[in-house]
């Protein structure tokens, strides 16, 4: 069988983009039309080849082009970036290139996670600490679609820890950088302070009132989030490190100190118990004094389950986002497609990886005489549930695409 | 813009192509613009170019406002004292005041300042921020009734909310309304009447979400329309400066526009406002130094060292962390106030954006002034520290320079002060014997023979051997002799 380092290969990497990755569909879903268009011809892709060498500025004409570029260049990993007042590859001929469209982006990483990770660090997963990404996926999937309006959205796994989210609808991708800095802005509750390491509260709210109104729904997912995740599973103040972060939170100096008391004596009472001990003080107190405490309590929550977002791949539209389909130089896995409904029931250790991929080809050896084309070379591998997930998408875009056009009032705004 | 085919006589002009106005007599019924009909009208040369400087020091105060970092309400009370002296926009109810022709001026000079602007993305980018914020003074400025029939005569393009759908998202909208208490709030907000734009038109109220949002749509409540005007009149702008841009090659243009427009657009790239005001005595006050004289002080009074730095800060743009601190320490010492050091930094990091600035350097410029961290007052480097081993890129020139580049060094930077090259074979007898602060004191003897030191005079009698007492004495020098030697020390008065 082949091991995962004969699975990462130059020569299996070359298999795979040989007879398994879906150009056709990732053109499908960049171009929103059957014959290039300046979406796909203006289109930068850049690719991360051996010896850390990394190559910008590339465009292709069609699909096929891309393919034969990546074939002979073999990238262990290619990466897309917007589209261009001018074709990228003349680059050095033309007066000006500037980005003019790209799509709405979010990344989601695992690592932004970690102060608050108590079952894995850094690179590693683990279906417990997933859980935070679904949460991150309910929350982000619902404020897109309901408060901006935007309804053609793909997640992709991100062949680690992390996932992206692609937003492909027209207005999304003519955004500016200074309406995407909005967006980001809107949506970022908890930001990474800089070079210390640890993430810092947003103020959330104006003086002393109530949540924002996007925010108190975000809290109502999350709420069942917080109860599983984070007092249960991953125990988050079953330490004392732990508890002296949540502490940090409470604005009143005196609960602080009598659950400091309370939890020093025993340290690593289970994490559910003690959000009880401070539900207990909370109640214990008369109004006026237990707004600012419940309060810090939602921020808690809030912190502890709310998306973290890359602020900075969502800001601006030149930035390179790994492509889907694209296999993890780590892992090996594929960046697959997923459905947000199923983001639960999701399992990154099940995704396929390229060594499983090659391995299911060679079992269904081709049948003498019978042509073998890309298409149904994918259909005999675990990967093609995930292409036609694509490629239903593309459709879908490429039919929104010919009713704007039929129709061209309907987007007048 | 100024078609001979399309000229008409100024008092003839069809009042329609300025916004209508039911009750007003006058061509520009209003007092805010958004300059969407260019004027076309006969001009003189002169006032072609005069109304366009005069506006220009209003967009220099407002430049320099944002450099210094004021705070909106100090910006606005500056940026009006200056549009007091050169650009006077009265509100419509001054009667006695010649309306029309100030809105002309303000016309005019706009669209001069156009053409002058649109040539670079970096001018147009400067230009719309300048516009857009003298737009906001006025706005803000604006008696209610005359701003409300203003915008009573533009489309914005917003769809009024029925009180159905006001109901509908009550608790959405209520909880996101601002007022002082609640009582007031509450009647406030019943008052209130909402618009429904494309959230990408509010993307500062998006992006603090003071806005209610719904699939797209930004409800927001006529007390943050302003935000809307803005963004509409910074997008106009916007585009109408980069059409400009496409067509002035194509300007029917007889020499006498293009050297105005040049000279125009220097001024601003030069980002110094004395340029500018020079003539208006500001600066003259006494020892206080201010950002825009540190670079024609560099050119008179800087020893070899500082000038370096001080180039090297004008052309890249930049310093690196050794150089700004060497260099600030000094100008500290000169008497630079804080203030206008941060203004002169951030002016001369052009090419960073406030927000980079703010984060990366101010912090750094506040510390060396002892304002924050340890609050150690620092002193400035000495000769002796910078000339000792391992300062680099930033010591002693009359060390680190190799003979060749040292000599044409000195030519290029102090000939304009009397230096010759029969100066040279003197000084580089001195660099070879590693005598540095006494080449440099010769440096400073020559250079200051037209205020009389001679040879052996040395810095009041001494070596060098600090730069800031090389600067120092030099300043007391020219300021001895100024009114006597008729000196050019424009920087230092008028």
Known sequence: MASTMDALSPEAMLTFYRRLYPFKSVYGWLNHDHMPTRQWTHREFAFTLAGDVYVRYKSYNNADELKADVCKLNPSRFEIGPVYSARPRDKKTVRQLTPLQRELVFDIDMTDYDPIRTCCSEANICKKCWKWISAAVKVLDESVREHYGYEQLLWVYSGRRGIHLWISDPEALDLTDAQRKAVVGWMNVVVASGQNEGMKKVNLRAGTKALPPPLQAALDTLLPYFTSIVLEEQDCFGSEKGYEALLEFIPDVKVADSLRKTWSADPTKPSASKWLDLKAEVKAKDRSQRAPLMHAMEDIILHYTYPRIDAEVSKHRNHLLKAPFCIHPKTGRVCVPVDPRGIDSFDPERVPTIGQLLGELDEGMVVEGEESSPDSDVQRTSLAPYVEMMNKYATSLMDLKRKAKQDPDTLAW | ???????????????????????????????????????????????????????????????????????????????????????VLKQNSAKYDDLDGQRRKDHLSHFVLRLAFCRSEDLRRRFVKAESTLFKVRYE??????????????????????????????SQLYSLY????????????????????????????????RVFLNRGWAYVPSQEQSSIIFGEYENQLEKALELTARLLPRLDEDTRLIPILNNLSQGFIAGSSSEWMGENGEGTCGEEIRAEMIDDMSKRHFPMCMKTLHDRLQRDNHLKHFGRLQYGLFLKVLGLSIEEAVAFWRKSFSRITDDKFNKEYRYNIRHSYGLEGKRANYPAKNCLQIMAPGSGEYGCPYKTYNPDNLQSA????????????????DIMQLVNANSFHTACTRVFEITHSSCGVKKGDGVNGEHVTHPNQYAAHSRELYKATKGAAESEDVAMGP
């Open chain 2, 410 to 425: 000195l030519l290029s930077t102090y000939s304009h002060q009397g230096l010759k090259a029969a100066d040279l074979p």
């Open chain 2, 178 to 209: 601002y007022g002082k208490n609640e009582t007031e709030r509450k009647a406030a907000f019943e008052r209130e009447k909402y618009f429904k734009v494309k959230w990408t038109r509010v993307p500062d109220l998006v992006e603090k979400r």
């Open chain 2, 141 to 170: 400025d604006d008696i209610l009734t005359d701003r409300e029939a203003f915008l009573n005569s533009r489309n914005f393009n917003t769809i009024p909310v029925l009180p159905d759908e006001k109901k509908k998202y009550e």
């Open chain 2, 1 to 87: 813009m100024f078609k001979s085919t399309e000229r008409k006589p100024f008092q003839q002009q069809d009042t329609a192509i300025y916004q209508a106005s039911t009750s007003s007599h006058l061509q520009y019924p209003h007092r805010l613009n958004f300059y969407d009909k260019p004027p076309l009208f006969d001009v003189t040369i002169e006032e072609f170019e005069t109304c366009a400087l005069e506006r220009l020091r209003v967009l220099a105060e407002i430049e320099s406002s944002a450099a210094r970092n004021r705070t909106w309400e100090e910006s606005k009370t500056a940026i009006r004292a200056q549009a007091e002296k050169h650009l």
